[in-house]
């Protein structure tokens, strides 16, 4: 969610090297932003509310100088974006970043008032910055003050640490926040991932769940949760800069959708044999003929690739799905089969609420497959199996690519599952495989209808409320189809099983009501086209998302109408989510709003 940098440098400036990494954390979503640097052994610090612009013009016009430093982009949790809660936070000589939440902040802020301390934010995080000097104060040395103070948190933190009177120490911490190391030439580096690092070095370690390193210029000294010392690998790790410039194109997501017949592509060639007719043995690794149950567990836009997921095991490889958001499948502690396997859907492979979950699936004796875009994050780390989606960094919040290279990977692994289980023969097989292999010339031309879809995303952008429904796997197309509008456009709109229209939904239509159907010409069809007329019977104004066959049976009387492309229904749900994508994008558009970085939303979630 939040982002963090810090830099140990070898005589270069620290603050400028900050600003220009934290720029590349900016997609996580933020309120504000800060630095702190020690400078002949004396801390400062700069923060800035709003954008980084907002900072870098602070810095500008007063500067921080030092070759050690880190920096904060904030997303608020306690306390309001201003700029006395702006990370970092100090208190005597400690200076502090912190992702996460610390849970008993209450607690220990009332210890430290009673022994005499003011506090002057809302934040939890000041409590650390506090506690640490507290430990100072008492004659330990900075790295056993910082040892004694991680001892006393409790909840979820990466945090990196400076102290007054050391320019060459920094130490750094993850309890359930990832946090990465990055070795230079007599340099080292921390951030909250190796995307904030690539512009400084591609040499990656990350930390472990209760790691903690004590940093300088030439060393990396690691100790894992028991203090003990801890060799972590250290990796060469490929990420570009490059990848995440907007190029010809106005917004990151506007990128990001056009990017999705290629790495569609690559996501399904990695789950290919040689011969790209089947999809490739996974039995070694994962053997599900005999799993009595697949449980499927994510959040936000994952959750619904999930649920898309569920028809494809239960229609293609007759195996019985359970699906949860991680937040509510954490906490309800629900059974779980002897023999059962689960499956964690994550972008960022860091996600709180779906790492805790996996958690509690693996000590409930479930074989865990993650299907994430970071191999090397913790939820991929902890898992047994790992299917990278291949869509490359995703920047705008509003996930595209990375959802239908989610529903990619599944829809193989569903195929690869319904081989174990006896289900489907070979030519079977060969004709699903085909389908797949279809979907980046389908998304190519469902992306063509994007001057139509541009077009009546003006009209849409006066709506105060919309609906999306949809049938079978559509459904959850229809879900994420109003999510999306939601998240960047901030109109009101909800998803419904087009079945389910009638049992409430249906008092709320009206002319001013715009309904997307999304009704490709299948078996279900018909069906939805009933309830699509009952919503015009009531002067509601459907748009119709349909083939060209669907378009000439039931366009007549629709509002507007969009056209993709003829599809096997197999592979219909990932065609499908690009209108929608595309209607929330130019909406969003139309109404002026930050479509990469939407009010209130951050990229990773790596709090509860």
Known sequence: MCGIVGILGNGREAAPLILNALKSLEYRGYDSAGVATVQGGTLDRRRAVGKLSALAELLQNNPIGGAIGIGHTRWATHGAP?????????????????????????????????????????????????????????????QDAAAATLAKLEGAFALALLFDGEDDLMIAARKGSPLALGYGDGEMFVGSDALALAHLTNRICYLDEGDWAVLTRETATIYDKDGNLANREVRVVNVSSVLVDKGEYR????????????????????????ERDAIRDISETLDLSDTP??????????????????????????????????????????????????????QSGETADTLAALRYAKENGQKIVAVVNVPESSIARESDLVLPIHAGPEVGVASTKA?????????????????????????????????????????????????????????????????????????????????????????????????????????????????????????????????????????????????AAGIEHAGEGCWRTLTMPDCDPFVAPIVYAVPTQLIAYHTAVAKGTDVDQPRNLAKSVTVE
């Open 293 to 346: 149950r697949l449980t499927i567990v994510a959040c936000g836009t994952a959750s619904y690739a999930g649920h898309v997921a569920k028809y494809w095991f239960e229609q293609v490889a007759r195996l019985p799905v359970e699906i949860d958001i991680a937040s509510e499948f954490r906490y309800r502690q629900p059974p779980l089969p002897k023999g059962g396997v689960a499956v964690f859907v994550s």
């Open 251 to 274: 917004h990151f997501m506007a990128k990001e959708v056009h990017e999705q017949p290629s790495v569609t592509g690559y996501a399904l060639g990695s789950m290919l044999t040689p």
């Open 403 to 547: 959802f239908t290279c989610q529903l990619m990977i599944l829809a193989s692994l569903a195929i690869a599952v319904a081989r174990q289980r006896g289900e489907i023969d070979a030519a079977e097989e060969t004709r699903l495989v085909r389908a797949l292999s279809e979907v980046p010339r389908l998304l190519s031309e469902a992306i063509a209808s994007e001057s139509d879809i541009e077009k009546l995303a003006y009209e849409l952008a006066k709506a105060r409320d919309v609906i999306y429904l949809g049938r079978g796997s559509q459904f959850p197309i229809a879900l994420e189809g109003a999510l999306k509008l939601k998240e960047i456009s901030y109109i009101h709109a909800e998803g419904y099983a087009s079945g389910e229209l009638k049992h409430g939904p249906i008092a709320l239509i009206d002319e001013n009501v715009p309904v997307v159907t999304l009704a490709p010409r299948d078996n279900l069809y018909d069906k939805t086209v009933s309830n699509m007329q009952e919503v015009m019977a009531r002067a509601g104004k459907v748009l119709l998302i349909s083939d």
């Open 82 to 142: 201003t700029e006395v809660n702006a990370h970092p936070h100090a208190a005597g000589k400690v200076a502090v970043v912190h992702n996460g939440i610390i849970e008993n902040f209450q607690e220990l802020r009332t210890m430290l008032a009673a022994e005499g301390r003011s506090f002057v934010t809302q934040t939890d995080t000041e409590t650390i910055a506090q506690l640490c000097d507290h430990f100072l104060g008492t004659g330990l040395s900075p």
